[in-house]
């Protein structure tokens, strides 16, 4: 693979550089992008960064055909954005649910006029979008999920539980997986995929507070609420061919699957190793073990950023993402699970440090992190689950 940028590449790169500079509000760079959904961000906080997108025709979904308000961008094309928005510590986008998970599925499975319905609004973000999958014990076995779609005249009605309903709370629709066939053979069958407006009667949406107190996920309830059915996306009780593809994109678009967040965070070991005392009139990063991890760190994620550009080529051809792209949530997750263990450790006492003073904003980020890291292992897919998929879909070893 030859990453180099060719004469057209590199103008494009400069494009992208100069849009940047000149669009995106100072305030909005050198965030660090796996920390924009803490509690000081609100929605409102990001408004420039889509309006300055919407000024630039199809950047808002730039890997959407153009036909359907997309840029349509060639590999990479989308390579080069992402490298330059995320090197400037841009915000990702808020509504991933929409673009880059849902927006897809419906370019291949929705009809016509759920396209014209909301591919163009969710585009613009006039329509916010939360993910209906996850129940109590439907969880990484989510084939085991109960919510249940009966049939009723002009529709279906949806009775049961999700949970971990990620910003349920204020998204003006949903995308969800039901039993529509409790009588299926096989639990992967009988499941229909649908999209519901959130303020449908019979709703209800309670929070769920993470252990630093930031209200992301919900828990959610549904008595009677009522699809009609034009709601349905794809095909009735097919709907778990649908689900496959879908999580396909919201692994790949994981944060932690993100190189360039690893190589960011990496970078802040080095910095504090340099910046601490290791003793005998030394700093930390005279110590040969430590600089021998950091390298195995960075290897590692040049590991992870190789194949996540075969990945991003696949897609910016119009190809699916297949089960390989199970490893880019799991291994970027364990990864980086590793790195802020050992920030931690660079940082001594103020590693554990919750709240910005006395030390800085960094330790408390550091800190937060390290609580909330371990449920990154086990939502959306655990990472048992997902390395046996992978080894049956993608290495054809038996199950």
Known sequence: MNINDTPEEAAFRAEVREWIDKEIPPHLKGLRQEVVMAPEHTNDDFVPIWEALGRKPGWLAPAWPEEVGGAGWNAMQ???????YTRAGIPQNRNMAGIGNLGPILIKYGTPEQKAKYLGPTMRRDIYWCQGYSEPNAGSDLASLQLRADPTEGGWLLNGQKIWTSRAHFAEMMFLLARTDPTAKKKQEGISFFILDMKTPGITVRPLLTI?????????FFEN???????????????????KALLGYERFNSVMANPLVHRRATAQIKEAARERSGGNGGVLWDDVALRRRVAEFEMAGDALAYTRYRGLTAMARGQQPGPETQVFKFFGTELFKQVIELHQLVLGPEGIAWEDEPFGHETKVVARHAANIRASSIRGGTTEVQKNVLAKRTLGLPG
Do not use: Q, R
């Open 78 to 84: 989308m390579i080069i954005y992402e490298e330059e």
């Open 212 to 220: 630093d107190d930031h209200h992301h996920f919900n828990e959610t």
């Open 225 to 243: 609420v009522f699809v009609p059915t034009e709601g349905l996306v794809g095909e009735l009780n097919k709907g778990w061919t649908v689900a």
